[in-house]
């Protein structure tokens, strides 16, 4: 008598199997070749963005500093150590002079800045949007690309004497120069399908900056930004440091003459942490605004 074995389903229907004959084999998986992608696959990208992940690289050099300097390896007349630097920051702090020379400061960088950005961006459009823009304009602010700002200040000082706006006109030239360059780039790098799309459904020139130039244009714009701001702040030092009676670079100035280590980096400090936070701050508004693009920067 043959007994009947239920097995997994071959085909259309039930497998029938005799008593003591061997129940099917799965056959063993293949190598899908070369030329078949594999189901794991290997990740090429820089990975998972932390929260505050920028912190870590400062915080370790903090770290390094202190440990160097409670170890003995830093000469304190070369370099004071985190505690004094700390010490002296609180002893600005409560006589009102770091508070007092810092607020100047950011309303040098901050004013630099703003006329900075909007006579980039102009020049940027006009350059961009007109052959006439492009002859005119292009070739000085190359020439003026290759001439570092700071170049310039004997002419600037001659000109517009020693005030403040010559140090906000060295800060403003160098921002402007970084805003052109990258919003000009990235403007004239628009595909010209787009141009060419603009036209067949009749858009205006108001439309057409608004639909196709800005979006367009805004990577580089942000580019330029972050470099702007970077550059105000190497403007404002240098500028702080001729003929100024106050500010961050001229308290560093007096203490120099003083050999106060400590007040220097102190100047330092506020120096890096105002160029850390305002550079977070155009990235955070970058996220935002080129929330539809997939980067590697996450």
Do not use: C
Not at 134 to 162: N, T
Not at 242 to 261: D, H, R, V
């Amino acid at each position: 008598m043959t007994d009947l074995l239920p097995t997994a389903r071959t085909g259309g229907g039930p497998a029938v199997l005799t008593k003591g004959a061997a129940p099917p084999q799965t056959p063993p998986p293949q190598d899908p070749g070369p030329g078949v992608a594999r189901s794991t696959r290997r990740r090429l990208g820089p990975g998972r963005s932390l929260p505050f992940g920028r912190l870590i690289g400062p915080a370790l050099l903090v770290a390094l500093w202190w440990a160097a300097s409670a170890s003995g390896y830093l000469d304190p007349r070369i370099l004071s150590g985190p505690g004094s630097v700390i010490s002296t920051a609180g002893d600005l702090v409560a006589t009102g002079r770091l508070q007092d020379n810092v607020l100047i400061s950011l309303q040098r960088a901050g004013l630099g800045l703003f006329f900075g950005v909007v006579s980039g961006v102009v020049l940027a459009v006009a350059a961009g949007l007109s052959r006439t823009g492009e002859y005119l304009l292009d070739g000085p602010l190359q020439i003026k690309r290759a001439i570092p700002s700071l170049a310039m200040l004997p002419l600037l000082i001659l000109w517009l004497g020693i005030g403040e706006e010559m140090k906000v006109t060295v800060i403003a030239l160098g921002v402007a120069v970084s805003m052109y360059i990258n919003t000009y780039a990235f403007l004239t790098s628009i595909d010209s399908r787009y141009v060419e799309l603009a036209e067949g459904l009749d858009l205006g020139r108001a439309q057409f900056i608004r639909k196709v130039v800005i979006p367009g244009s805004l990577p580089g714009f942000f580019v330029g930004l972050r470099l702007g701001v970077t550059s105000s702040w190497v403007g404002l030092i240098v500028v702080e440091q001729i003929n100024a009676t106050s500010g961050i670079g001229y308290m560093m100035f007096q203490a120099q003459q003083y050999a106060q280590s400590d007040v220097i980096i102190v100047g330092l400090v506020a120096y890096g942490v105002f160029g850390f936070a305002s550079d977070a701050a155009v990235r955070a508004i970058e996220r935002r605004a080129l929330s539809w693009r997939r980067t590697l920067a996450g």
